[in-house]
C-alpha cells in the first residue's frame, strides 16, 4: 500500500499531533482530498478523447473526491458543499462499474 501512495502525487495525511483536535484533523482531509481531485483531473485531461474507459473511472473516483473534499470543507465552515445525499451502499458515480 505505501508503495501505491508513493506514486499517487500526494503527500502523505498525517493526524495533529493532538488527536482531540476535531478542526485539525478536517483540515488535513480536506487537504487530502484536494490534493486527489488534482492528481484525478489530471487523469481525466490525459485520457479525454484517447482512453475512454480509463477516462470514465477516472471520472467517477473524481466525482467521489470532489464530494469527499466539499463534505469536509462544509464541516470547516468554508460554505455550503452543495453535496447530494446518498441513499443505500453504493455510489451512485461508481456504481455503473461494479456490475
Same mark, same amino acid.
Given at each position: 500500500?505505501?508503495?501505491? @501512495?508513493?506514486?499517487?502525487?500526494?503527500?502523505? *495525511?498525517? &493526524?495533529? %499531533?493532538?488527536?482531540?483536535?476535531?478542526?485539525?484533523?478536517? =483540515?488535513?482531509?480536506?487537504e487530502a482530498e484536494?490534493?486527489?481531485?488534482?492528481?484525478?483531473?489530471?487523469?481525466?485531461?490525459?485520457?479525454?478523447?484517447?482512453? @475512454?474507459?480509463?477516462?470514465?473511472?477516472?471520472? *467517477?473516483? &473524481?466525482? %467521489?473526491?470532489?464530494?469527499?473534499?466539499?463534505?469536509?470543507? =462544509?464541516?470547516?465552515?468554508?460554505?455550503?458543499?452543495?453535496?447530494?445525499l446518498r441513499r443505500?451502499?453504493?455510489?451512485?458515480?461508481?456504481?455503473?462499474?461494479?456490475?
Amino acid at each position: 500500500m505505501k508503495d501505491f @501512495h508513493d506514486i499517487s502525487g500526494c503527500p502523505p *495525511a498525517y &493526524l495533529p %499531533e493532538d488527536t482531540s483536535d476535531v478542526k485539525k484533523i478536517m =483540515e488535513v482531509l480536506v487537504e487530502a482530498e484536494r490534493c486527489a481531485v488534482r492528481q484525478y483531473t489530471k487523469i481525466c485531461n490525459m485520457t479525454a478523447g484517447k482512453d @475512454h474507459r480509463t477516462y470514465d473511472l477516472a471520472q *467517477a473516483i &473524481l466525482h %467521489e473526491e470532489i464530494q469527499h473534499e466539499s463534505w469536509f470543507s =462544509e464541516f470547516l465552515g468554508e460554505g455550503p458543499s452543495g453535496h447530494y445525499l446518498r441513499r443505500g451502499d453504493t455510489s451512485p458515480f461508481v456504481s455503473k462499474f461494479l456490475e
